[in-house]
Each structure stands twice: as structure tokens, then as C-alpha cells.
């Protein structure tokens, strides 16, 4: 055989026949993931669901079982952009085919992405996740009694650089500037600035003073590793049974955890009910985060049973609180005591915190590319929705995403290996012994005969 020599510039042919274009064979996971797509009539019901948004006559715009797809590709490879899930799809024969595009088509651009989801109201996005839903449903993954609660920031897709103050407008080095001039302190250039700022005190930044102009709705917060960010907070509420995600809310960052939880369990319970399902939820686990009085009141009133873990602290005065707060607070400490309260914590910091590392680490949306309360809420129905499709396909297949499938592909494959290995040794060790007692039997039975010879 010859040496293959590669031309950097090559003319290319004017036509080219269609056998001749490469085809891909497919991904295993992304074929299943069509077909419990296509078992649960998925693109009909987005096509229904979107047909009022579009207009009559129009140039044909982009299926809307497409784009969600797209979406849904952004979470099982791991991307945060809109700009990169398109690059993907159009690099990736077997994504081409997930998507039902021929390798001559065009593939949507993530302008186009953008497009349909401004075109799309919040109902849409909320309507898909509750179809979502009632397909993990049908394959007997919702139980819905136990719910786990917990939350987490997400840095939003504004810099610190761009705040600005809400009654004047000015930024932050229009306002260092005044703070200088009213100390008497000369300022030359911007080093002159930023050493007076670094050493002036009581620099504080509050929210009720500063806001982003890029992004109004994010919120200053201070994240885990003591950085400052404009941050929103993501909730979710979990099946402690199953790991099937019932709801994921986005809030403003500063929100605290104890005002948000019936909020979320709330939308949770709606979830069900919206994908047809008779689950109803009797308890509630969360963080010590979440234990505020009027909280476990209401939850009390709701009929629901909170495990909600106590915050250090001094003893409580009940002298100027509602009787129901007491009785409430009673009750759930009273919970807490219990060997049951030990098993959901476990369940709850595990599989939680777990569903935070499929969709913020792994799935790519720790960092929100997207501004807006809206925009971001849009965004997570769609991730989540697909966490929840990737437990169907953790049932069917044994994984929840394509580079977990491949992982347990080569180490079945290396287990295989290693059984063959194993079974022709096996085989060899008695091959050979029935050799040697094949042999043994023959000479047993035909002994060698000597002859002697005399002289």
C-alpha cells in the first residue's frame, strides 16, 4: 500500500451524488432518547402548543420539537451558551440525526434560538416541563410524597464593573470621585482612585443602594468562596424516592431560602397535578436555611410535615408570637428527633445536592448566559426537563447522560474483555488436564513394554 499524502487546498467538486455523503450511524443514547420522545407524541404536542405564537402564511420557521431538542442537547453535552449548542449540532453527525437533519441541511444558528424563545411566553416552557413530567410518570418514576428543597446561586452574565447607583445613575467611579473631593483628597489619574478606594472605610455595596445596568434583576450577593457576584437563586424540589426534579424556580438572589419554600412546593404540586399524575406531597426536607417560624405555620396549615433541621441559637421566647407559630415549631422539632428525620436528611443531601451537580457542574448552567428573571426561568424549565428525561433513560439504558453511557459501554467492555480473557485460560488448564488424563489412562491400561536382550 502507498503513502497517503494530505493536500492542503483541494478543489471541490461541483456535484456530489447523495450516497456518497457520509452518514452517521447514530448514538445509542440519543436514538433512545427519540424513541421515548416518539412513544410519548412529544412533537405533536409542542407543535400544538406553539401553533398560536406563530402566524398563518408566514415563511416556515424552525419546528418547535427542534429547538427544544437543541436545548436538551445544551444539558446532556455539557454546554452553557446558546452559541456553542448550535456549533455542536452542526459539527456532530449523530446530533444531526438526533435533530432530523440531512448532512446538506442547515442546521438552526443560535440567533434563531434566541428568537423563539423571546416568541415563546413562560406558560410554553412551564406546559413542556409538566409533559416532561408525566412521561417520567408513565415509566413509574414519580412518587411525589417526599419532597427534598434546597437552593443555590448561579452567577449572572453581569459584571461587578457595571453597577450603578439607583438615584443618580452614576457608577462606581463617579461615585469614589465625589467621596474624594469631599475628603480633600486630590485625585491625578486612576491609580490615585483606586488606592483612596482601597483604603477608605466602611465600603459596603447593598442592594437597595446599587443594581447592575446590564442586568437589572441580578442581585449582589457573596458566594461560598467569599467573591462577589451579581447572582440569582435557583430552587429545586426534588423526589427524595425517584431523584425526579418537581420544580426549578429561579429567584432574585437576596430572596431568603425560608420565604421561598412554599412558593416552590407549591409550583411542585401544580407540576403534578398539571402532568395528570395523583401524587400529593405530605413532607418537606430542607437545610436548617429553611426554618423560619411563620414558614412552618403555614406549612402546618398546608397539612404539610416539615424536616426542616434548626439553626444554632438561644432558646426561643414565645411571649409575642402567635400560638400556631409554637405549635408549629413543636411539631417539627418533635420530627426531628426521630430515626425517620435521620433517613431523609441523608436522602436529601445526597440526592439534592446531586441534581445540582447533574444540572449546574455537569450540565453546564452555573453560569447564566441569558438576563432576566424571565429569560433565566425559561432557560431552567428546559434543563430540568431534560435531567428528568435522562432518569427515563437511566431506567432504560443504565445511564442518565451520553458521557456517562460511554463510560459504562468501556467498562462493560473491559469487564467482557476480562471474562474472555479469563475463559480461555480456563479453558487451556482443562484442555490440558484432560490431555494428562487421557495420557494417564493409556499407559495405565498399554504399559510400555521393554524387551531384554541377553548376550
Not at 80 to 108: M, V
Not at 329 to 352: F, H, M, P
Request: hydrophobic residues 35%; aromatic residues 8%; positive net charge.
Amino acid at each position: 500500500m502507498a503513502l497517503g499524502e494530505r493536500r492542503s487546498e483541494r478543489q471541490q467538486e461541483l456535484w456530489v451524488a447523495t450516497a456518497k455523503l457520509p452518514a452517521s450511524i447514530g448514538h445509542v443514547f440519543y436514538d433512545a432518547l427519540n424513541r421515548v420522545l416518539r412513544d410519548g407524541e412529544f412533537d405533536n404536542f409542542a407543535e400544538s402548543l406553539c401553533e398560536p405564537f406563530y402566524k398563518e402564511g408566514g415563511r416556515p420557521g424552525i419546528p418547535p420539537g427542534v429547538y427544544f431538542r437543541m436545548i436538551f442537547v445544551g444539558y446532556f453535552e455539557g454546554i452553557d451558551s446558546q452559541r456553542g449548542i448550535a456549533w455542536r449540532c452542526r459539527d456532530s453527525l449523530s446530533l444531526r440525526k438526533f435533530l432530523g437533519y440531512e448532512l446538506h441541511e442547515n442546521t438552526p444558528e443560535h440567533s434563531s434560538l434566541t428568537r423563539i424563545r423571546q416568541r415563546l411566553p413562560l406558560e410554553a416552557f412551564e406546559q413542556v416541563f409538566a409533559f416532561v413530567l408525566s412521561l417520567v410518570e408513565k415509566h413509574g418514576l414519580l412518587k411525589g410524597k417526599t419532597v427534598g428543597v434546597d437552593s443555590t446561586l448561579l452567577e449572572a452574565n453581569a459584571a461587578m464593573k457595571s453597577i450603578v447607583r439607583k438615584d443618580t445613575g452614576e457608577d462606581w467611579e463617579a461615585f469614589v470621585r465625589q467621596l474624594a473631593e469631599a475628603d480633600g483628597v486630590e485625585i491625578k489619574n486612576d491609580d490615585d482612585l483606586r488606592k483612596f478606594d482601597r483604603k477608605r472605610k466602611g465600603k459596603k455595596v447593598s442592594n437597595q443602594d446599587w443594581q447592575s445596568s446590564s442586568d437589572p434583576d441580578a442581585r449582589i450577593m457573596k458566594m461560598k468562596k467569599g467573591h462577589t457576584h451579581l447572582s440569582y437563586k435557583q430552587e429545586h424540589t426534588v423526589d427524595l424516592e425517584t431523584e425526579a426534579i418537581l420544580s426549578a424556580e429561579i429567584y432574585y438572589g437576596n430572596e431568603s431560602d425560608g420565604n421561598t419554600l412554599l412558593d416552590s412546593v407549591n409550583t411542585a404540586q401544580g407540576n403534578l397535578q398539571q402532568s395528570d399524575s395523583e401524587a400529593v406531597i405530605k413532607e418537606v426536607v430542607g437545610d436548617k436555611g429553611y426554618h423560619k417560624n411563620e414558614t412552618l405555620a403555614k406549612s402546618r396549615a398546608d397539612e404539610l410535615r416539615t424536616y426542616i433541621c434548626e439553626p444554632d441559637g438561644p432558646n426561643r421566647r414565645w411571649t409575642d408570637k402567635p400560638a400556631d407559630y409554637k405549635k408549629a415549631y413543636c411539631a417539627n422539632r418533635r420530627r426531628l428527633k426521630t430515626d425517620r428525620n435521620k433517613r431523609l436528611q441523608k436522602l436529601r443531601s445526597e440526592r439534592v445536592e446531586r441534581s445540582f451537580a447533574h444540572v449546574c457542574e455537569t450540565g453546564g448552567a452555573r453560569r447564566t448566559w441569558l438576563r432576566g428573571l424571565e429569560n433565566n426561568r425559561k432557560k431552567v424549565r428546559l434543563t430540568v426537563a431534560a435531567h428528568n428525561l435522562g432518569l427515563i433513560l437511566r431506567k432504560l439504558l443504565g445511564s442518565g447522560k451520553p458521557r456517562e453511557f460511554a463510560g459504562l459501554r468501556g467498562l462493560l467492555f473491559s469487564v467482557f474483555s476480562t471474562v474472555q480473557i479469563a475463559t480461555r485460560r480456563c479453558h487451556r488448564l482443562i484442555s490440558s488436564a484432560s490431555s494428562f488424563h487421557r495420557l494417564y489412562c493409556h499407559r495405565k491400561h498399554h504399559p510400555i513394554r521393554t524387551s531384554i536382550c541377553t548376550p
